[in-house]
T-cell receptor, first 111, second 113 residues
């Protein structure tokens, strides 16, 4: 039972363009969401988060949008850079302790 | 400020054996969470330790157990290893069970043959 779903296993984007990574969730009790980025042989690193009281949060080139009625969030990266090539995980807090992760989307930025 | 460190980084065990993985939390953090990441999947929550007590557990059998020490470092123990236990085991630290950003180590990759 996958409560957080990232339906695109991979995404390829040209350098300088916008990257849009999508995430859907099924549990309406989720109220805090995070995006993590993971390079090979490294642990996930926190990128950006959003609380359910907001519909948008921005940090430099990264913006996360939350659509509660659709149970959908997306991460926008503008402009995309080669260093952004990584696996991106969407995650939601279930209770105070447990992060529920999606399967991940591998983003490749092409020069 | 030191980050989260895990050891060993790689190890190979055979079915039925036992394994202990270790984690040192980020300086100043008193909460450690463990996650299992199977190939091609996202990390799955195993359990969390806060001030040396288990503070939440995911859907993992009792042969997965843990400890947290007074210096807030932690161990994950897995008994009676099964082939499906092959995965990357990630440790993450935070402060006071804070619901927010977790700081992850690079993980311990376990292969069970």
């Amino acid at each position: 039972d996958q409560q957080v779903k990232q339906n695109s296993p991979s995404l390829s984007v040209q350098e300088g363009r916008i990257s849009i990574l999508n995430c859907d969730y099924t549990n309406s009790m989720f109220d805090y969401f995070l995006w993590y980025k993971k390079y090979p042989a490294e642990g996930p690193t926190f990128l950006i988060s959003i609380s359910s009281i907001k519909d948008k949060n921005e940090d430099g080139r990264f913006t996360v949008f939350l659509n509660k009625s659709a149970k959908h969030l997306s991460l926008h990266i503008v402009p995309s850079q080669p260093g952004d090539s990584a696996v991106y995980f969407c995650a939601a807090y279930q209770g105070a302790q447990k992060l529920v992760f999606g399967q991940g989307t591998r983003l490749t930025i092409n020069p | 400020e030191t980050g989260v460190t895990q050891s060993p980084t790689h190890l190979i065990k055979t079915r039925g054996q036992q394994v202990t993985l270790r984690c040192s939390s980020q300086s100043g953090h008193n909460t450690v969470s463990w996650y299992q990441q199977a190939l091609g999947q996202g990390p799955q929550f195993i359990f969390q330790y806060y001030r040396e007590e288990e503070n939440g557990r995911g859907n993992f059998p009792p042969r997965f157990s843990g400890l947290q020490f007074p210096n807030y470092s932690s161990e994950l123990n897995v008994n009676a290893l099964e082939l499906d236990d092959s995965a990357l085991y990630l440790c993450a630290s935070s402060l006071d069970g804070y619901t927010g950003e977790l700081f992850f180590g690079e993980g311990s990759r376990l292969t069970v043959l």
